[in-house]
Nanobody, 124 residues
Framework: QVQLVESGGGLVQAGDSLRLSCAAS????????MGWFRQAPGKEREFVIG????????RYADSVKGRFTISRDNAKNTVYLQMNSLKPEDTAVYYC?????????????????WGQGTQVTVSS
């Protein structure tokens, strides 16, 4: 069992940066690939970015390439999402998720555990 808690969301202006954190409790954090998803009002939850168990591999949605990066600190059981050059269309609830299979997938059903989400609002 893994519990995930996101933090770092807030209200920012377009062009600003924000860093989200996701702290995991439980054992064997390094065995999970981690991903970030987001869900805007009235839209389906979508994949944003993912990272492999060791941190050596990453996967990005086209919409965030060049602006968002993901990293993890397995000693701290934490994964980070650095968001730069934020746009109003990035406004959403951001969720972190853990995948025991370690595949860095981009589909919701590939992830086993989810956090409660943190709101990110980008004003124009």
């Amino acid at each position: 069992q893994v519990q995930l808690v996101e933090s770092g969301g807030g209200l920012v202006q377009a062009g600003d940066s924000l860093r989200l954190s996701c702290a995991a409790s439980g054992r064997s954090f390094s065995l999970y690939a981690m991903g970030w998803f987001r869900q805007a009002p009235g839209k389906e939850r979508e994949f944003v970015i993912g990272i492999s168990r060791s941190g050596g591999g990453t996967r990005y949605a086209d919409s965030v390439k060049g602006r968002f990066t993901i990293s993890r600190d397995n000693a701290k059981n934490t994964v980070y999402l650095q968001m730069n050059s934020l746009k109003p269309e990035d406004t959403a609830v951001y969720y972190c998720a853990a995948d025991l299979r370690g595949m860095v997938g981009d589909k919701i059903d590939e992830y086993d555990y989810w956090g409660q989400g943190t709101q990110v609002t980008v004003s124009s």
